[in-house]
């Protein structure tokens, strides 16, 4: 699998400046929930180190797409997806790409910030050892770097222990994040993290994704356009299951191509 | 609205009516007197067991009852009165048991909670729970007349009546009871959990052992505590199926009798009431009484304890 990758890094790296490499790419995909079509004919990239976020409004399909890109909307057993949607060129949902490891590559962070009721190390350490991680220094390690890498360590260095449900919300968010980390994935989709959030760890966690996507891919739903201004490189923006527009997020904040988009952005609808 | 009869004022009128606000007063007296019904039992039966145990203690010392091993309750000349022969055999039968319920009992509760459609689940689930509506006497019928020969065909020295075959049957017929239990607690558990388990590339099945059911342990472990207890208790099987031998031993091919089927040889039996035999009775009782009043307890504190809160 190294070896192909390696030839793709190649290959696009020779395409225009602009273009960074793509991670995921999705190609006409639609989606069912039973009889009822949830998304439609999505044509969407996302770039590596870049913070692309989803905004649109509600019921319009953003988790879905999340989801999808894990495939962890398919533990719904009335979703049928048609399309193609690859990772670094692998084709997701081929029988050789096991959901294990995409999912390994691609972390989520949900909406309602939900650790494991363990202690606050066992949750960070949870993921690396499901993946065969033993070694106690090691996992110790891990953990503090993850913890630190999702700027929660000073808070949290002392209760190690503790459980985690002693943590505030906002602290479990960062924890839940820092889960994330810990099994060092390419991607990490980001579902509202702060929509259970006061103002302050909402900047936490804001600060945050800027300094992780220097390491990380971050695809960021959001309700809020402060928001999304904020963070991200770029900006798709969904309607009734479809892409209305994707583009700079400078683009779409100040000179978006699709009236909806601006009728949305500015707030006269959703 | 001004008239004298609007609602405000008939409602008045109703409110002041001695005999209502009389009954209200009463309410509570009934509620308190029905509710005091079983705490009154308990206390009754509790009062009863110590009065005659204390008889019992004044013929026979503790020491002996506690600490020796033989127990011929029944012998004229020499009789004997030893707990451990009859402690051995409830103990015996109940690891047996919990070695059938617990691993049968908590893999059913996971296949239905994480595994199984909802379809499978709706013809499943009562299946199973038939299971905990067979009288008990069926199941001591079913392991003289069935499991013990079947054993014997693969053990040819067990005894014919023996502590293992009821053992077994007792663990099946608790089987419905840890599954229920365990279920209702893995059920409870937030989907966020497995979500936030499979989101990092967890099978589901490392879901399940990793988070789910650590997830909701203190419910499964409370299940298998009260179904120890239950398994203490069990009376109607034991005594059809493992005799009557009052034997101190941890041979599961042998015939044992457990303090429930001492309890019913000797009350249903010739011990004269007055006679030491009449009176050991009681003192096993007390001990039966304490052994699963601990396990409910334990039960209790466990869930309590250890309660997640999502
Ligand atoms: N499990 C499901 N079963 C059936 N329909 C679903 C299911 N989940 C979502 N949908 C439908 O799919 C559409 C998209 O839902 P989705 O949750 O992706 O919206 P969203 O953009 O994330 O909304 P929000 O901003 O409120 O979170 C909605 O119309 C919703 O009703
Ligand atoms: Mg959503």
């Known amino acids: ?270 | 609205m001004a008239s004298s009869t609007n609602v405000s004022n008939l409602i008045a009128e109703q409110r002041s009516k001695s005999k209502r606000r009389k009954l209200e007063k009463l309410v509570p007296f009934i509620l308190a007197g029905a509710a005091s019904i079983s705490v009154l039992t308990t206390a009754g039966i509790l009062l009863t067991l110590m009065v005659e145990t204390v008889m019992f203690f004044s013929e026979v010392s503790f020491r002996e009852f506690f600490t020796s091993t033989d127990m011929q309750p029944l012998n004229r000349s020499d009789p004997s009165f030893s707990i451990l022969p009859l402690l051995s055999a409830t103990l015996l039968s109940t690891v047996i048991a919990m070695f059938v319920a617990v691993p049968v009992g908590l893999t059913t509760a996971v296949y239905l909670s994480e595994y199984a459609t909802d379809k499978a689940r709706r013809v499943l689930k009562p299946i199973v729970e038939v299971l905990a509506g067979i009288p008990t006497i069926v199941y001591g019928f079913f392991a003289f007349t069935f499991v013990t020969p079947v054993l014997r065909e693969i053990i040819p020295m067990l005894d014919r009546t023996n502590i293992l075959s009821p053992g077994i049957v007792m663990g099946i017929m608790i089987i419905p009871m840890v599954a229920s239990l365990s279920e209702d607690a893995l059920s409870s558990v937030p989907n966020s959990m497995r979500e936030g388990a499979m989101a990092f590339g967890a099978t589901k099945f490392e879901a399940v052992v990793r988070v789910v059911i650590p997830a909701a342990i203190s419910g499964i472990i409370a299940s298998f505590v009260l179904g120890i207890s239950r398994a203490i208790g069990e009376t109607m099987i034991v005594t059809i199926a493992s005799g009557s031998n009052k034997n101190l031993t941890f041979d599961i091919t042998q015939s044992m009798q457990t303090m429930t089927a001492y309890i019913v040889e000797v009350t249903s039996g010739d011990a004269g009431a007055g006679t030491t035999a009449y009176y050991s009775l009681y003192a096993v009782a007390i001990t039966l009484f304490f052994f699963t009043l601990a396990m409910n307890m334990l039960a209790k504190w466990i869930s309590k304890r250890f309660r997640e809160v999502y």
């Open chain 1, 1 to 270: 699998m190294t070896e192909l990758s390696m030839k793709k890094n190649v290959s696009i790296q020779e395409q225009p400046e602009e273009e960074r490499e793509s991670v995921f790419e999705a190609q006409g995909v639609n989606l069912w929930y039973g009889q009822t079509q949830a998304l439609h004919n999505i044509h969407l990239k996302q770039r590596e180190q870049e913070v692309t976020a989803v905004i649109g409004p509600s019921g319009c399909g953003k988790s879905t797409y999340l989801k999808t890109l894990n495939r962890m909307v398919e533990m719904n057993p009335e979703v049928r997806i048609s399309g193609n949607i690859s990772y670094r060129g692998r084709n997701i949902f081929s029988r050789r790409f096991p959901v294990e490891e995409l999912r390994t590559r691609v972390g989520m962070v949900f909406q309602k910030p939900n650790p494991f009721p363990k202690s606050v190390f066992e949750n960070v350490a949870y993921g690396p050892k499901i993946h065969g991680i033993r070694d106690k220094q090691l996992l110790e390690q891990i953990v503090e770097e993850s913890l630190k890498g999702a700027a929660i360590w000073e808070e949290v260095k002392d209760r190690l222990h503790e459980n985690a449900f002693g943590l505030s919300g906002g602290q479990q968010q960062r924890l839940c994040i820092a889960r994330c980390l810990a099994v060092e994935p390419d991607v990490i989709l980001m579902d509202e993290p702060t929509s259970a959030l006061d103002p302050k760890s909402t900047m936490k966690v804001e600060e945050l994704v800027r300094e992780l996507k220097e390491t990380y891919s971050i695809m960021i739903v959001t309700h809020n356009m402060q928001q999304a201004a904020r963070i991200s490189d770029r900006t798709a923006f969904f309607l009734n299951g479809e892409v209305v527009e994707c583009d700079t997020t400078d683009r779409i904040f100040s000179n978006p191509s699709d009236d909806r988009t601006e009728d949305y952005i500015t707030g006269r609808f959703g």
